[in-house]
């Protein structure tokens, strides 16, 4: 889901990144079995209700699509839903079926796909801007590559060299003054994604910038926290504004740089899983359910 982002001279769609809440903080990086839905409830699956248009089981299996091919688990968890998946609980009033005409089936899905199975590399690119020891102070970047690994079942491959943030960025300063003392300068989004589609490999599944700076969209918003070229399946996307009001009391700063690590996890493994076509859940809770926008925090 793209946030209204004003920027038709890039081509590209400022994003705010969209990640779901999660419960409690020991889980944090435990993200796999998180975002793999969890039972919950006595309720049956009902074969008298299969037909109802408003039996929201019926419409997650309709959503599915065809299971030929699929994995062996997804079939096993099918024969019990209800202990595999839950269902969101928080449809604002809206009807089952409503919920489901937005959710992307697995058919739109697969017209969706950028790219064939198994014609990409199959590798994803991170790409760092800014100082590396700035980015390893705040983020756990092994971390981030094993989860992003384990969840998307990708290759992740962290280039080495870093990107310095230089003039070429077009650093300015902060439009607000409380930001100027805790974020420092602002770059271009716009400037510094430029950057990183002339050096992506357009073989690849994506390409994800990360950077610890705080950047700003060509207009309209004061700051973004993510901006993407879907054509080009590549983006990037800031961990500046991450917990940015927590104060020493609230978090140590272990505390803060895990928070940081398992947000910055999630909105990449979501953000390369839109770059790649996939689009929004409103049935099940899951990591593609729609964001209520503004900075990823939980
Ligand atoms: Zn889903």
Redesign the pocket.
Known sequence: MTDGGDVANQSAAAVTIEVPKTTTEADELRLPSKLT?ESEGPHEYDDEEENDFEDPWSLVRVAMGSLAGASWRLKQALVWPVESFELRNDPKGCSWSELFRR?QTFDDFRQSMPFRPNSAKGTIDLVLFDEVSKIRDKVNLEAVVAHLEVFLGFKVVLRPQAIALESWAHPREQPSEENKKRLGQQYGAHFILGRLKRASDPRSVCTLGITSVDVYPPRTYEFVTGIADESQRVGLYSFARYFNSRTPEQDSAADLKTKKTACLIMTLCRESLKLCGMGE?H??R????PYPGGVPEY
Do not use: V
């Not at 899951?286 to 359910?289: G, K, S, T, Y």
């Open positions: 839905e959710t859940c049935m099940l899951c990591l593609m359910n």
